[in-house]
C-alpha cells in the first residue's frame, strides 16, 4: 500500500516543548478542586497522555468517546457521542483534551452535553487548531495549522497512523 505521508509539518521535539508549555501553565490555571480532565477518544490519547504529566497538580481522568470524522479526510458533519456523557461528570471542573479543532461540532457538542449534565465549569484544550477554525474558541491551543489533514501523535486516517510519534500532512488532504 502507497504510504500516504508527504511531509513532517510538526516534529516531535516541538511538541513536546509545547505540550510542557501548555501544562506549565495549565498547573498555574486549573482550578485546584481538583479538575476532571475529559480526553476525547480516541484522537487525543497521546496528547492527553503526554499533557497529562505536564500537569503538576491533582486530577482526575474522564475519558469520553466521540466520532465524527468517518474513513474520509472531511468531516461527516454528524458527531456521535456512542457511549453518552457519564453521570460522574456532575458538579466538576472540566478540562475537555481533543486532538484538533476543525469544524468545531465535537467540542460544541461536548460542551453542551457536559453542561446538560450538570458539570460546573468546562474549559477546552486542543493540540492543533486548523485556520479556517481560528475564529472558533478553545481556552488552550497547542499549535495552529494550514487547511490540511493531518495524522500522527494520535490523528488518524482511517485508523490508521495514529502511532507517527511527529504529525505529518497526508497527501489529498487540503
Ligand atoms: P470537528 O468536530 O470538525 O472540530 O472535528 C474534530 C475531530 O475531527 C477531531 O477530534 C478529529 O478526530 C477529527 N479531525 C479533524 N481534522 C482532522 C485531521 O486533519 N486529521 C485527523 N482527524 C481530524
Ligand atoms: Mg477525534
Known amino acids: 500500500m502507497n504510504d500516504p505521508i508527504i511531509r513532517v509539518l510538526i516534529d516531535r521535539t516541538a511538541?513536546?516543548?509545547?505540550v510542557a508549555e501548555l501544562g506549565a501553565r495549565l498547573t498555574r490555571e486549573l482550578p485546584g478542586t481538583p479538575p476532571l480532565l475529559v480526553p476525547v477518544m480516541d484522537g487525543a490519547m497521546v496528547f492527553a497522555a503526554d499533557l497529562m504529566r505536564e500537569i503538576r497538580i491533582p486530577l482526575d481522568i474522564l475519558p469520553i468517546k466521540a466520532s465524527s470524522y468517518g474513513n474520509a479526510t472531511a468531516s461527516s458533519g454528524i458527531v456521535r457521542l456512542p457511549r453518552g456523557i457519564p453521570e460522574e461528570i456532575a458538579g466538576r471542573n472540566i478540562l475537555v483534551i481533543d486532538d484538533i479543532l476543525d469544524t468545531g461540532r465535537t467540542l460544541g457538542l461536548l460542551r453542551t452535553?457536559?453542561?446538560k449534565g450538570g458539570a460546573r465549569s468546562v474549559q477546552t484544550c486542543v493540540l492543533l487548531r486548523k485556520e479556517?477554525?481560528?475564529h472558533l474558541d478553545a481556552d488552550y491551543v497547542g499549535f495552529e495549522i494550514p487547511d490540511r489533514f493531518v495524522v500522527g501523535y494520535g490523528l488518524d486516517l482511517a485508523g490508521r497512523h495514529r502511532n507517527?510519534?511527529?504529525?505529518?500532512i497526508v497527501s489529498g488532504g487540503e
Open 164 to 168: 507517527l510519534p511527529d504529525i505529518a
Open 132 to 134: 479556517s477554525a481560528r
Open 15 to 18: 511538541i513536546a516543548l509545547r
Open 113 to 115: 452535553e457536559l453542561l
